[in-house]
């Protein structure tokens, strides 16, 4: 979601998607991959239902990875194919039965709409729209920003900050950045510095990197978290709290954002040390915005309680993240008492992520009912020799491999949904002793947030790139070191903190 004045800046990504050679090429790709596994001979283990579900995930992963279709298009799309190929093979716990036909085929395409986790991505939406109503993401950001002096490794220091407090209150990566950018543009102008100059380029690059950062660390942060937390309450019944994933996430987020620190900083050293008048020029723009309107305070208040409801989940109170999120939500809404009226809460507001992260979970739930995923996940265990890995070993080949695919990937929700139930599958196969499933793949959905290295890895990393104060070399060179980095993080932790709280395997 961008906010109107980060209008100008998302102007410059690139062409739409559908209009590129390889976006044509990718839809006949995507389509050549669906018919070619459809028609494949029977695998021994895998009911037809699953190798339906098969060629319709070769489908997303090809149209998402080369963005033939519009993501939310894409959606549609796979939901359409979901109906109209499994009506006319049986059901996978009956396989000898009669065909499925399309009301039960429309029940599993459309399953992924009463996860609660949908619920809560769009009640997020609402309330990065909230944000954006009032300016109350705006004001935050510049009133932090006030605080810091005007040297040039301060301000980056700055805007790292303003990305950590966005995260807690704005749950939309894309619309933290919307909200960010457009500031940080506002002050290169005003501080007369060269929009290509190398600190242009590191304030815009290292404020997408720390919006990604601190996807790991908290739990409504980003879509992303939903998908695995969606599957994980499907398959087992049970869910992470918001302080759980907290526990867990956030240590490894707080050193990663000192390490984008030094790595961004030395990698691309601003030209000068001091912006001349800079604390000056941001206390302006903070006086413009005037006093606290009373709807950003009755926001500021509804957001810090919501805040205080995700974290103490099953410790003071039994509601959990969707429900209170929900309330929230129907109080910004409500005459007087709200923030904003339905009308400005539909001013660009995505309902294409919705649909988009509602079919995923249907295709994750369709991978897992027809025993496509169960069948993959064997085919994995098997060749790579998982069968009897340690969780150390299983964990660091995982990344590893989700860390290559991402590559492929514009979107960590759509490679979530994809690759989640799959995840699953291959930790429910394994037979190592005491594997902690639940924990393993939580750790797994932080390295789904590792969308550092290109630009077209995730929206905000466009929005940044659309600024044009940087060229994709910058990006691509100072990712790839922030993602060695990520991964050196992820085998410390995965050797010493995450194995004594007992995410990898069950402590006795």
């Not at 077209?456 to 790839?480: E, H, K, W």
């Amino acid at each position: 979601m961008t906010s109107p004045s980060s209008a100008n800046v998302v102007q410059a990504k690139p062409a739409v998607a559908g209009g590129t050679v390889v976006a044509k090429l990718g839809l006949l790709a995507a389509m050549a991959a669906l018919v070619a596994v459809l028609w494949m001979p029977a695998a021994q283990g895998l009911p037809l239902a699953g190798q339906v579900m098969l060629a319709i995930l070769a489908f997303a992963v090809i149209v998402w990875m080369t963005e033939a279709l519009d993501y939310a298009v894409s959606a549609v799309v796979i939901g359409a194919l979901m109906v109209f190929l499994l009506a006319y093979v049986p059901d996978a716990a009956k396989p000898t039965g009669a065909d499925m036909g399309t009301g039960a085929a429309l029940a599993l395409a459309l399953s992924g709409f009463s996860n609660s986790a949908v619920a809560l991505v769009a009640a997020a939406c609402f309330i990065a729209a909230a944000m954006t109503a009032t300016g109350l993401d705006r004001r935050i950001a510049l009133l932090v920003l006030s605080k810091v002096d005007a040297k040039t490794n301060h301000i980056v220091v700055g805007a790292m900050v303003v990305g950590f407090l966005l995260s807690f209150i704005v749950p939309s990566t894309t619309a933290r950045v919307a909200c960010l950018v457009p500031i940080m543009m506002g002050f290169i102008l005003a501080f007369k510095v060269d929009k290509r100059s190398r600190f242009a380029g590191l304030l815009v690059i290292t404020a997408a990197q720390t919006a990604s950062v601190w996807n790991v660390g908290i739990k409504t942060a980003a879509a992303q978290n939903m998908v695995a937390i969606g599957f994980i309450e499907k398959q087992f019944q049970t869910t992470i709290t918001w302080a759980e994933w907290f526990v867990a996430g956030a240590p490894f987020s707080a050193l990663m954002s000192v390490a984008v620190y030094f790595i961004m900083t030395r990698m691309m050293k601003p030209e000068m040390a001091e912006i001349e008048g800079g604390r000056a020029t941001i206390r302006s723009q903070l006086d413009s915005l005037g006093k606290m309107t009373s709807k950003e305070w009755k926001l500021l208040t509804i957001v810090l309680v919501l805040l205080g409801f995700w974290a103490t989940e099953k410790v003071l109170h039994n509601f959990d993240t969707s429900s209170t999120t929900i309330a929230a939500i129907s109080l910004m809404l409500l005459p007087r008492l709200g923030v904003m009226n339905w009308s400005e809460s539909q001013r660009g507001f995505p309902w294409g992520t919705v649909v988009l992260f509602a079919v995923g979970i249907s295709i994750g739930t369709a991978l897992l009912k027809t025993n496509a995923a169960g069948w993959l996940a064997n085919l994995i265990v098997q060749n790579l020799g998982l069968q009897q890995a340690s969780a150390f070993a299983i964990l660091m080949l995982l990344s590893l491999f989700l860390i290559v695919i991402h590559l492929g990937f514009a979107s960590a929700t759509a490679l979530a949904s994809t690759m989640i139930p799959i995840i699953i599958s291959v930790l429910m196969a394994v037979q190592t002793p005491g594997i902690n499933v639940i924990g393993m793949t939580m750790l797994l959905q932080f390295v789904v947030s590792f969308g550092f290295i290109l630009p077209v890895n995730a929206p905000q990393n466009m929005i940044a790139y659309g600024t044009d104060t940087f060229d994709a070399p910058d990006f691509i060179r100072t990712g790839l070191v922030i993602t060695l980095a990520a991964f050196a993080l992820l085998v410390i932790f995965a050797l010493t903190y995450w194995s004594w709280m007992g995410y990898l395997t069950k402590t006795v």
